[in-house]
């Protein structure tokens, strides 16, 4: 009887024994498994995707998020067995210290003559960078290997290109093989917003082109003008944009003219009723009919993915903004010098803090021996003839961003999607902050701008130099 009692008291005491061993070993692999996550973690953030969150209600969160959005890649190395460096502040200091002058002299210079330019390249990079991230597959023709995006339904409207190959050869001259053509994108899109009234963002440079264009992914993925509340909220948070994030990104619709073809269905036939959209102001209803008279009020079915929008049945192929043409957004009193040799401080008035002036090397004037090889006569002399309605049709410059989300509150957002950013309670609330606050969509715009610029970006041998934007190196 004694020896049975011992050997269950035996038994009992190595079973709790096997349970605390069970529990340690439980909490090592847990352990693991958390540091193999933030290795995971750190490894895809250096090659195709960098991802952040941010305290939006504290400014003084930039500096930390905008510090902390690249990783160092010391000890990876090249092909050729040199290390590669990461993305960084002022990538190019060493090998192309004139580039950044040089994206930002020609910019400005274009736009002078060309007000569409701005509008033109915001819309470029967003299209690239929605599209398996910021590589510039936008850029690439078809070729053997390679199913242009540019031939992609919501695609065919960019404008955009001929500006960013005009950069790319200048720099070429100056640096051949160094700057990608997707760092030129994003610094010149960039430099667009700040031209148009937006504000001025910091941003990391040393992306790598692609070897692929991905046309299927952007006629199936980039987000529709006809799309609902869900159907929007549902792309940009494909991408890694929560609901702010979306409202602030689509404030990116306060420069440019909405050709008639993008919302020609909400005036006459709206979701096959026969009548127009109930959400539009009747006296914004009159005007935007009058600035598309000649457009026949029916339109040719679309293609995916907008068939499935409640209001597409007459809406054409498109992409999500239309915006393509002409901006009468002021420019804002910037001058684009800032020292390229230290992040700047950010200043959401549109404008960094600087202590160096970078001076570009750049003369973009037409009687510059260097303009004249990119034809930029016949650049600036190109117009847009389609009917349309700048976003800033009733005259007043409210600033950026501001107008947009004013006309939403008046029901008078030209595109379906936009309109249906005050169909949501949320959604709502944000756009009634954006229309009275301006310094706080600013500085969230800005933030979203650097969020869009680094997403799955390339890095190393994960990509290439293009010694040509629209063929592949």
């Given at each position: ?62 500096q930390v998020v905008a510090g902390a959005l690249f990783l160092s890649d ?278 960094p803090k600087s202590t160096t002036a970078l001076s570009p090397a750049f ?21 847009f003839d389609e009917p349309g309605i700048n976003v800033t049709y009733d ?79």
């Amino acid at each position: 009887m004694l020896t049975a009692i011992y050997e269950l008291a035996m038994m009992r005491r190595v079973s709790f024994l096997v349970f605390l061993l069970c529990i340690v070993i439980s909490f090592k692999n847990q352990n693991a498994d958390t540091k193999k996550g933030l290795n995971i973690t750190t490894t895809s953030t250096t090659s195709r995707s960098f991802s952040y969150e941010y305290a939006a209600s504290d400014p003084s969160a930039f500096q930390v998020v905008a510090g902390a959005l690249f990783l160092s890649d010391d000890g990876k190395l090249e092909e050729g067995g040199e290390p590669y460096r990461s993305m960084e502040y002022d990538f190019y200091r060493d090998s192309c210290p004139q580039a950044e002058g040089t994206i930002r002299a020609m910019v400005r210079y274009l736009h002078k003559s060309r007000s569409d330019v701005a509008p033109g390249l915001l819309r470029l990079v967003f299209h690239d960078c929605f599209i398996e991230g910021c590589d510039a597959s936008i850029l690439l023709d078809d070729a053997e290997g390679v199913d242009s995006e540019k031939k992609s339904p919501p695609n065919e409207s960019l404008k955009g290109y001929d500006v960013i190959n005009i950069i790319k050869e200048e720099l070429e001259e100056i640096c051949p093989g160094v700057v990608s053509c997707a760092d030129i994108l994003a610094l010149a899109a960039r430099e667009g917003v700040v031209l148009a009234g937006g504000p001025f963002y910091p941003l990391y440079t040393g992306r790598k082109d692609s070897r692929l264009a991905f046309a299927d992914i952007a006629t199936l993925e980039l987000p529709s003008p006809n799309a609902d509340l869900s159907e929007t909220l549902a792309s940009f948070a494909s991408r890694g944009f929560d609901l702010r994030e979306t409202v602030t990104l689509l404030g990116a619709h306060s420069i440019g003219v909405i050709h008639c073809k993008f919302f020609n269905n909400r005036l006459h036939n709206f979701g096959r009723s026969n009548e127009p959209d109930p959400s539009l102001d009747p006296d914004f209803l009159n005007l935007l009919r009058s600035k598309c008279r000649n457009i026949s009020s029916t339109s040719p079915t679309p293609s995916p993915p907008y068939a499935d929008s409640p209001s597409s049945s007459a809406a054409p192929s498109a992409d999500f903004d239309g915006s393509v043409s002409s901006s009468s957004a002021p420019s804002p009193n910037f001058d684009g010098s800032f020292s390229s040799s230290a992040a700047p401080s950010p200043n959401f008035n549109g404008s960094p803090k600087s202590t160096t002036a970078l001076s570009p090397a750049f003369d973009a004037s037409p009687s510059s021996p260097t303009a004249s090889i990119f034809s930029l006569e016949t650049l600036l002399a190109s117009t847009f003839d389609e009917p349309g309605i700048n976003v800033t049709y009733d005259g007043h410059q409210g600033g950026f961003g501001t107008v947009y989300y004013r006309s939403l509150l008046q029901n008078r957002g030209v595109l379906y999607a936009d309109q249906q950013l005050m169909a949501g309670e949320e959604t709502g609330i944000w756009v009634r902050a954006y229309a009275s606050d301006v310094s706080l969509f600013r500085r969230d715009f800005a933030l979203a701008m650097m969020k869009l610029s680094n997403l799955r970006v390339l890095t190393g041998p994960m990509g290439q130099i293009r010694l040509n934007c629209s063929k592949g190196a």
